[in-house]
């Protein structure tokens, strides 16, 4: 069993920066592909990051390549998303996500992942 607990959010202005972070029980977090997803009001839940093959690989969405970064402390057990240069777009509920396995496109669908967070609010001021 894989338990997700996100932290970190809360308000950020337009063109500052917040860190998610995603503590992880079970395996030891090298056995998982790792994920960010969040979900506006209104929206379908749409994917931000994932890191896969231990970090070997990243995936961003094109709205946060270059502002958004995903790593993985196996130590720590934790995932984090470092937010920068913050929208008022990325305001959402943010969820870290877990699967043993995916590939490809599905790596970047909700669909591809088994374990999810309760999820973290992240409120960006226009």
């Known amino acids: 069993q894989v338990t997700l607990v996100e932290s970190g959010g809360g308000s950020g202005q337009s063109g500052g920066s917040l860190k998610l972070s995603c503590l992880v029980s079970g395996p030891p977090l090298s056995h998982l592909y790792m994920a960010w997803f969040r979900q506006a009001p209104g929206k379908d839940r749409e994917f931000v990051a994932a890191?896969?093959?231990?970090?070997?690989?990243?995936y961003y969405a094109d709205s946060v390549k270059d502002r958004f970064a995903i790593v993985r402390d196996n130590d720590k057990q934790t995932v984090t998303l470092q937010m920068n240069s913050l929208k008022f777009d990325d305001t959402a509920q943010y969820f870290c996500?877990?699967?043993?396995?995916?590939?490809?496109?599905?790596?970047?669908?909700?669909?591809?992942?088994?374990?999810w967070g309760q999820g973290t609010q992240v409120i960006v001021d226009s």
């Open positions: 890191n896969i093959w231990n970090g070997a690989n990243t």
């Open positions: 996500a877990a699967t043993q396995y995916c590939s490809g496109a599905e790596c970047r669908t909700s669909g591809g992942y088994g374990f």
